[in-house]
């Protein structure tokens, strides 16, 4: 491939929407069906694994490494492998964002129908009959539930860590 070639292939790739691990216009199908051993390998890939795996010939091995790498280079694989890991990564982060949406919404309705159960417990109660302490415990949990539930604190009782704020130890006040 010449320079000017590339250079049209470059740019080409910027204009038109494509997605750089798909099959090179220039590219063989032998070198295609080669990287995609090499990009499904996963960010631990080297080419002499993929050969590897394709190639169960020892004798073979070192012929086909020599070309997998000339392939490697003209064909940008690494560039190509890692543009297709951002994208995999991408989608687990878009369905992973989608479970915990959904595991949400459940966890709303759940905790909605069990705050109707407790609500219709307490207009039942006699007020006369709860005692100082049981006042203080129910004040304590209704203050540490809501603010779990706004994210203030984790379950685990420490300040939640949000971007843009700073929590300190204890360690390090009045230094």
């Given at each position: 491939?010449?320079?000017?070639?590339?250079?049209?292939?470059?740019?080409?790739?910027?204009?038109?929407?494509?997605?750089?691990?798909e099959k090179l216009k220039?590219?063989?199908?032998?070198?295609?069906?080669?990287?995609?051993?090499?990009?499904?390998?996963?960010?631990?890939?080297?080419i002499k694994k993929a050969?590897?795996?394709?190639?169960?010939?020892?004798?073979?091995?070192?012929?086909?490494?020599?070309?997998?790498?000339?392939?490697?280079?003209?064909?940008?694989?690494?560039?190509?492998?890692?543009?297709?890991?951002?994208?995999?990564?991408?989608?687990?982060?878009?369905?992973?964002?989608?479970?915990?949406?959904?595991?949400?919404?459940?966890?709303?309705?759940?905790?909605?129908?069990?705050?109707?159960?407790?609500?219709?417990?307490?207009?039942?109660?006699?007020?006369?009959?709860?005692?100082?302490?049981?006042?203080?415990?129910?004040?304590?949990?209704?203050?540490?539930?809501?603010?779990?539930?706004?994210?203030?604190?984790?379950?685990?009782?420490?300040?939640?860590?949000?971007?843009?704020?700073?929590?300190?130890?204890?360690?390090?006040?009045?230094?």
């Open positions: 491939m010449t320079d000017v070639e590339k250079v049209i292939e470059e740019a080409t790739n910027d204009v038109l929407p494509f997605e750089s691990w220039n590219e063989s199908t032998l070198a295609f069906s080669a990287f995609c051993t090499f990009r499904d390998l996963g960010p631990e890939r080297t050969v590897e795996i394709n190639e169960k010939d020892e004798a073979l091995r070192a012929k086909r490494y020599k070309v997998w790498l000339h392939w490697s280079t003209s064909y940008r694989w690494r560039e190509r492998a890692a543009d297709y890991d951002r994208y995999t990564e991408q989608l687990k982060q878009t369905e992973l964002r989608k479970t915990i949406e959904a595991q949400g919404e459940v966890h709303r309705k759940v905790t909605g129908k069990m705050l109707e159960v407790v609500q219709k417990k307490l207009e039942l109660m006699n007020p006369a009959e709860l005692t100082q302490g049981g006042v203080t415990e129910w004040v304590q949990t209704a203050i540490k539930t809501e603010r779990e539930a706004a994210g203030l604190v984790t379950t685990s009782g420490k300040p939640e860590v949000r971007q843009g704020e700073f929590n300190f130890s204890p360690d390090f006040q009045r230094l």
